[in-house]
T-cell receptor, first 113, second 111 residues
């Protein structure tokens, strides 16, 4: 497995602002992912964070809204830009470990007013 | 129609009961099946990971996959109050790492 931390754990933000969420892993991993968990809905993949290249976004998610960085094999950031109340959600990063399974971080609970 | 269907519950059982949690899916290409447990205000924790059809047992937990029926189950024996959580099923295709999740079933085990 892997130990994953996320910062911040929660935040309350104003409409129109941006928030950057950090994800740190205790070991080098090949693949990192960002998911969104909205109330009453299933976890949905936003994008795959690629080290050294642009992230790969899923249908319905765009780079301008959710820019992602991955400067090395243990760290990634997700920015939620120009936020609206509809962006209120839990944002989770996950990593793929050698056993071909994904492990999740504790999540960042975002409320947009 | 959602790719993965899961009853949201809540499912309430007394301590010691056998719990059955289920998911159905529509994509026959799914080959890998997982169950995650998520406590309130925590991230999902991997419980079981199976490939293709069959059973897998780990302690009090048994995962079953029936690909012919597109139906997966998680059984919990001798349930404990500490098992109270939301259980998420997830699955993916061969060659793709994108996980497709059910909405989760909330389980409440009363002492």
């Amino acid at each position: 497995s892997a130990v994953i931390s996320q910062k911040p754990s929660r935040d309350i933000c104003q409409r129109g602002t941006s928030l950057t969420i950090q994800c740190q892993v205790d070991s080098q991993v090949t693949m990192m992912f960002w998911y969104r968990q909205q109330p009453g809905q299933s976890l949905t993949l936003i994008a795959t964070a690629n080290q050294g290249s642009e992230a790969t976004y899923e249908s319905g998610f765009v780079i301008d809204k959710f820019p992602i960085s991955r400067p090395n094999l243990t760290f990634s950031t997700l920015t939620v830009s120009n936020m609206s109340p509809e962006d209120s959600s839990i944002y989770l990063c996950s990593v793929l470990v050698a056993t071909d399974t994904q492990y999740f971080g504790p999540g960042t609970r975002l409320t947009v007013l | 129609q959602k790719e993965v269907e899961q009853d949201p519950g809540p499912l309430s059982v007394p301590e010691g009961a056998i719990v059955s949690l289920n998911c159905t899916y529509s994509n026959s290409a799914f080959q890998y099946f997982m169950w995650y447990r998520q406590y309130s205000r925590k991230g999902p924790e991997l419980l079981m990971y199976t490939y293709s059809s069959g059973n897998k047992e780990d302690g009090r937990f048994t995962a079953q996959v029936d690909k012919s029926s597109k139906y997966i189950s998680l059984f919990i024996r001798d349930s404990q109050p500490s098992d109270s959580a939301t259980y998420l099923c997830a699955m993916r295709n061969t060659g793709f790492q994108k996980l497709v999740f059910g909405t989760g079933t909330r389980l409440l085990v009363s002492p």
